[in-house]
């Protein structure tokens, strides 16, 4: 590998990515790089890519490296923390083969990561994802098993202006396909005039689609102000314990904010937030939906979830299942509207032309003479 620019570093991708520009080197410390970060990454289109961490480890089949790859970004994996301490944001850096190079200094070395390696270890993850799944699952009830009275008890929502009682609600995450469900179900979209409830950076792929929020959740580390500022209300998620972090950011804005305790993620709290205000559908855009999403989450427990999926399960559908289901083409009140909008003009052009009044004229005396009139 050679490559030569400017670098971007940050131990949280999701913090990388607001920062990284075109063609610049970008230093990550993200082991089992997901789906959600590589598309992000991609879209940026860095140099490179230097990892800390292995990029795929095997545990599962991750695929964000594979999706890196296949994009052409090539990844020096591996490399160890010392580029934390060596490297500065914004210097110039080298990358010749498996070093990383500073002007004349060599400040550590990885692996080049090829396509071969990933499938190889692909192969593994889908050979270990039974044993992944199974440590997943126990911990996950473990955790449901000290959630569930929080969950499955009497919720104390916020006081929210927002009417969502028997309407349909859009939640929003920034997963790894959340473009091509906002597609595919624009229709659904213009049809129904859900409320549309954006979960941290999901409020930015609401307003990039031209769709304004109308509630804004989240530990708001990865919405930007743009989305803050635009109007909907905003409910900022706080632990259990009621600490909520992301509450300074908010309010060093101006923007007024309520809060929101709850133990889980982010998206689980939107869903909550539909069900007890009396929503009678939930349509959730880039959630988490099987177990590779799950796995990729990074979370031992994934209690709140389990629970919260159990909890509104009746009235909670992917956008993909939506996009099946909903009819996308013509109603057919729509289609004979059209033809009877084309068929006016058409019929006042061929009553006042000269030439079809002859036509009008014999077709009047052949009724008069069928009904004797």
């Known amino acids: 590998m050679l490559a030569k620019g400017r670098v971007r570093l940050d131990r949280r991708t999701k913090n990388l990515v607001k920062r990284l520009r075109r063609n610049e080197i970008a230093i990550i410390d993200h082991d089992d790089i997901d789906e959600v970060a590589a598309n992000s990454l991609i879209e940026l289109k860095p140099q490179a890519i230097i990892n800390v961490q292995p990029s795929i480890t095997g545990r599962y089949p991750a695929k964000g490296a594979y999706k890196l790859l296949k994009a052409g970004i090539p990844i020096l994996d591996e490399v160890g923390s010392v580029v934390f301490d060596e490297i500065k944001e914004g210097s110039q850096l080298e990358i010749r083969g498996n070093k990383v190079v500073q002007g004349k200094r060599c400040i550590t070395m990885g692996r080049e990561l090829s396509l071969e390696d990933v499938i190889d270890k692909m192969k593994e993850g889908n050979d270990n994802a039974g044993q992944e799944l199974e440590r997943f699952v126990e911990n996950t009830l473990e955790y449901a098993l000290k959630e569930k009275d929080i969950l499955l008890g009497n919720i104390e929502v916020p006081n929210l202006d927002t009417y969502m009682l028997n309407r349909h609600?859009?939640?929003?995450?920034?997963?790894?396909?959340?473009?091509?469900?906002?597609?595919?179900?624009?229709s659904y979209i213009q049809d129904e005039s859900p409320v549309l409830i954006g979960v941290d950076g999901g409020a930015d792929a609401l307003l990039e689609f031209g769709l304004v929020p109308?509630?804004?959740?989240?530990?708001?580390?990865?919405?930007?102000?743009?989305?803050?500022?635009?109007?909907?209300?905003?409910?900022?998620?706080?632990?259990?314990?009621?600490?909520?972090?992301?509450?300074?950011?908010?309010?060093?804005m101006g923007v007024q904010a309520i809060v929101f305790p709850l133990p889980g993620t982010s998206e689980d709290l939107a869903m909550i937030l539909a069900w007890e205000y009396g929503a009678s559908l939930i349509v959730a855009v880039g959630a988490h939906s099987n177990m590779i999403d799950f796995l990729e989450?990074?979370?031992?427990?994934?209690?709140?979830?389990?629970?919260?999926?159990?909890?509104?399960?009746?009235?909670?559908?992917?956008?993909?299942?939506?996009?099946?289901?909903?009819?996308?083409?013509?109603?057919?009140?729509?289609?004979?509207?059209?033809?009877?909008?084309?068929m006016i003009p058409i019929a006042i052009i061929l009553i006042v032309s000269p030439a079809t009044k002859p036509f009008f004229r014999l077709l009047s005396l052949q009724l008069k003479l069928l009904f004797n009139i």
Do not use: N, W
Request: glycine share 10%; proline share 1%.
């Open 297 to 342: 989450k990074g979370r031992k427990g994934m209690g709140s979830t389990f629970l919260v999926r159990m909890k509104v399960g009746s009235i909670l559908v992917d956008a993909r299942g939506v996009s099946q289901l909903y009819q996308q083409s013509i109603k057919k009140r729509y289609l004979f509207q059209l033809i009877l909008a084309a």
């Open 214 to 252: 109308d509630i804004i959740v989240g530990d708001m580390d990865s919405v930007s102000d743009d989305a803050l500022k635009c109007g909907a209300e905003i409910v900022v998620h706080a632990y259990a314990d009621g600490a909520a972090p992301g509450l300074s950011r908010v309010e060093a």
């Open 169 to 186: 609600v859009l939640v929003v995450v920034r997963g790894s396909s959340y473009k091509e469900d906002l597609k595919a179900i624009h």
